[in-house]
């Protein structure tokens, strides 16, 4: 395998940068080279490195971490109504408070490891959910999502004369607007900082720490740790990524809806972990993507769509497999999602990551293989 | 005054009374063996000490601080290591991570948030693990998964781990249990060597031999209660112990 | 008094849906060590037997209409009652109660399938990995009933007899204010004998001892040489067949949509959580009480007070229990309390 050096990360980081900042590039001959897409690669790849910092490292499967999304997402939709629209404020407040709703619900839940903890993460992300429903509805506007109006007060831009215009303004960093691409370079940006961050974590005493927790609890607290503030800290860090990254959905399209918050959503962002490869750096990035490509490839197709691509088969047979592909497709995305999700456990539970350091190895140890021969062969020459 | 004082501990399950007014000084640098059959209460006995189990009443000081009620880390933290049984040791990670690791908690304490530092820029901590591991005959396998060890490189390895932290007092729980007589004798050779760092050692051991080549006091334990204590030589002789030990075959 | 009553009786019928899915699962778990995360979706497959079955016995020839005479009108005649007349009108009306003698032989195969096919590789797995594969099963299951049956909640009217309500006010003479819906009294009594049924079967069997005894200690039941694989299969099987059965009876309460599972699955987990992780009367003694006290906090009253607490008042519950008590009402000691 590569060794972990300074050097090789640097490597790993300079290719991440330049793969990411690239990505309206490469991903344009495979349909994907559209802003809107590519914010959403961006976001939910800080989402998943997020989570991967607490199930990753620790092990502790939390089910509830789209509730942080949806707080990050509430509180920069709200500092975009009462401060004004720049995004800087509403990133920063939406970390802040999701973080510090992780303090509260990582502090009761990891009281409890294994499944218990599992089911408090839930208990609190569905509680979240039921309340943004009914009792929240003053800040989050029930059913209807959290959404910007004509009417916000938006102190700061008041303060500094921004001029009002006509319809709901757009956010903006610095007076560029965060739409297209600069909104997407602007989650690039996030998304790479989010890497290095994790990518320090894992490399740290602290990150190493984590690990051990997940290796072996009881040699943990026998070898003078304590391992709940260890547990809170990653609980907290990962929250205050997933705030992130519902602030960067904010500010790419401001409006919150507590749907975000649902446990589905928590199961996908697990999803994504371990289809990239739970615990490495990369995987969950490469997860998030191939998800959300794949979401919107798949949920794009219709029947007739369906039709076109298979027209070469006879009739019957087109009809048929039509049939058949449909139920994955458009409606049916969910489908081909709990599909894979079962499939990878099943079959590859250590993600994209481990499929590919098979490869790796087979073809290496082939190479080995062969130059050995070679080598026993000479003699006999 | 010994380094560690135990004072009349009880401890009972249920209707059973695993630990029956146990009485122990250990004194600072020695090595002190528990003997006694199966079911005797030396590992209660042991997990009492690391905070495992507490103690129903009585008191346990080490180095003139309580030992009761405070937690594991803690116990580690004031200066206590333990091997255990079956080793635990950190088995997804590499023999190099598993020394590291408790090098950290020696220097940095029960909980650090250094979470911007590399390790491998550590040189501190790197060469206190290599070194260790050297010590111990596993530095070429220092990159190795430690999960995929011997069980008795892993025992091994468990040992380094709590040697590294420069204990007071370390205690082994049959460290040689199921070991070959030549793997018994490495160990013996190995606790022997670093017997010369001051590291006062508690011992529960089967094996006389063991017994005998590292012991400087013995306790004999049976049902619960310390029966007899002294040295190897003298409890050699002791009836009382013969007789828990169903008429000294053992011996 | 009377609102104290009917808040009771409204608790019961959601507490026993709650109990017999929270029996299935805490069954499973402590049999199997399995946490199965799909097990709301064999409530909601349940639920769907008794939908197709209703679609099976509505199946409909296209008719002239002879009520309307100055058009040729066509309607809809259900063969049933082509071929059976009143008898068959008799049998489509009681489709949710027949649906039962479908759904158990189709619970029974679904549930042989999935633990044959796919859980039985996770036996020796973490519990992370097996919530994820049984979640990921969960979606597939939901996702299939949505492409087949829609997305809309199907309306499944019990048998006329059973419709309106009954006076249990009256019965217990509390007046007239204590009114309940004659379907919901009839699925409380098929919850409890369905309850009695699993009880009596792992009570007075020798199969139901064996599984006991495994949940006791699955180690040493493998020891004596039992075939625990086999056994595995089977109670696998019936606890798909009393959710599934749960599912059918409830579908006159809550119109069955293909999501229904999720939202009882979260609950009975929670409702397992509470009553003890492998404890069977824990789980239907958690399930009836969570169910009464969720009914409860849906008064006006409490709302007033506690505004929202109807939401959330079953995960306070277990987020309290799991801090305080974390082994749960009825739990052993040291079963999963780490």
Redesign the interface.
Known sequence: MIK???RNDMILLGGFILAVLTMPIWLTPIGAGYPDLLQRFAIYGIFAIGFNILFGLT?Y?S?GHAAFLGVGSYTAVWSFKLLGMSVIPAVLFAVITSGLFAVLIGY?SL??????F???T???A??SY??A????TPITNGETGLQLSQQDPRVIDSLFGVPVTEGIPATNLFGIEMSGYPGFYFCAIMLIISFYISM??F???????L??V???S??????????R??TL?AFIISGMFAGLAGSLLAVTDPLAGAERMQ??AS?EV??MT?LGGVGTLIGPVIGAGVIKYFENIFSAFNDSALHDIFSFLPDFLENAVVAVTG?FVG??W??T??????II??FL?GGIIEGITRIYQRVTRKKQINSVTSTEAQPGE | MGILEVRDVNKRFGGLKALDKVELDVEEGSVHAIIGPNGAGKSTFLNCLVGLLIPDSGAVTFNGKSLLGIKPHEINQAGVSRVFQTPEIFADLSLLDNVIIPTFAARDGAFSFNAWKRVDNDNEVHEKAEHMLEEIGLIEKKDIIAGSLSRGDKRRLELAMCLVQNPKLLLLDEPTAGMSRADTNNTIDLLKSIGGRGITKVIIEHDMHVVFSLADKVSVMAQGTVIAEGTPESIKGDPRVQEAYLGGAHL | MDAFVLQILNGLDKGGSYALIALGLTLIFGTLGVVNFAHGALFMLGAFCAVTMKKLLTLSKQIKDESITFFDAFKEEPYLKIWFGETGEAIIDYAVPISILMAIPVMLLIGLALERGLIRFFYKRSHAEQILVTFGMAIVLQEIVKAVYGANPVPMPPPEILQGSADIGVWLGLGNAVIYPWWRLAYLGFAAILIGSVFAFLQFTTFGMVVRAGMADRDTVGLMGINIERRFTIVFALAAVVSGLAGVMYTPIVPPDYQMGMDFLVLSFVVVVVGGMGSLSGAVLAGFLLGILQSFASMNEVKEILPGIDQIVIFLVAVIILLVRPRGLMGRKGVMES
């Open positions: 972990i050096t300074p092990g499967l089910f009761i009281r409890r490891s294994g499944i218990y599992s089911i408090l839930l208990a609190f569905q509680m039921n309340m429903y009914s009792v929240l320090r974590i490399r740290s005493p602290f990150g190493i720490m690990k051990a997940k290796s072996n009881n040699r943990m607290s026998y070898t003078g740790l304590n391992m503030p260890y800290t446990w589905t199961g697990v999803l371990i139920l409606d049916g969910h489908l999602l709990g599909a894979l999700f079962v456990v099943v539970p």
